[in-house]
């Protein structure tokens, strides 16, 4: 009899940050050999997670059934949703994972990858927002400049005569600003 396997599934990869208010939603699959007795989420405060021999009644923590099982289900996909408002969960770091048990005795719980979120009010992921705007204006600024320096460079060589276009220290010049140009593109793409 081997211990649960689960999985979380179609939880947004760059989800780092989560408005108190939001509702996060995602699925969990478990596969177990023989049934499943139950699937759930359990969550706890980072700092609570991170200290070693914390006491389990401190802190933030909780958890939620999300589907019973039965003794003849080897596979179980459930529907996951957590809004940490109505969970009445306060701002803060977050550690989230799926759960799964199965009917051997004694046997703990199996979980899933944990995942790990800051949980923020309005005013918090107003600042959050207000900074990666900024980050972004800094880099496609730089991106525009790059691209105007490059458009620069490509207009001196196109008013070069073709005769001088053939010159290895030209054709040099021609092969970096190339390189240069696609540099520039993905750059952009990255921020896109």
């Known amino acids: 009899d081997e211990p ?4 979380a599934i179609d939880v947004p990869p760059s989800r780092d940050m989560l408005l108190n208010t939001d509702t996060l939603r995602f699925r969990v699959a478990v596969r177990d050999d023989f049934g499943i007795r139950r699937v759930g989420l359990e969550w706890q ?12 009644a401190a802190g933030t923590r909780g958890e939620r059934l999300l589907q019973a099982g039965g003794s003849d ?19 803060q770091p977050i550690v989230l994972r799926a759960f ?8 703990g719980r199996a979980y899933s990858t944990p995942i790990v979120m ?18 972004f204006r800094q880099q496609a600024s730089e991106i525009r400049d790059r691209e105007m320096t490059l458009l620069a460079g490509n207009k001196e060589l196109r008013e070069m005569p073709t005769q001088r276009l053939l010159d290895d220290d030209v054709r040099g010049r021609l092969q970096s600003q190339a390189a240069a140009e696609e540099a520039n593109a993905r750059r952009l793409d990255r921020l896109v």
């Open 4 to 7: 649960p396997v689960v999985v």
């Open 45 to 56: 405060g980072a700092e609570d997670w991170s200290a070693a021999g914390a006491d389990p």
């Open 73 to 91: 289900l080897e596979s179980l996909e459930a529907v996951a949703t957590f809004c940490p408002d109505a969970l009445g969960i306060a701002p």
């Open 100 to 107: 799964a048990e199965d009917y051997k005795p004694g046997r």
């Open 118 to 135: 800051y949980v923020v009010d309005r005013a918090e992921h107003a600042l959050v927002l207000n900074s990666r705007l900024q980050q």
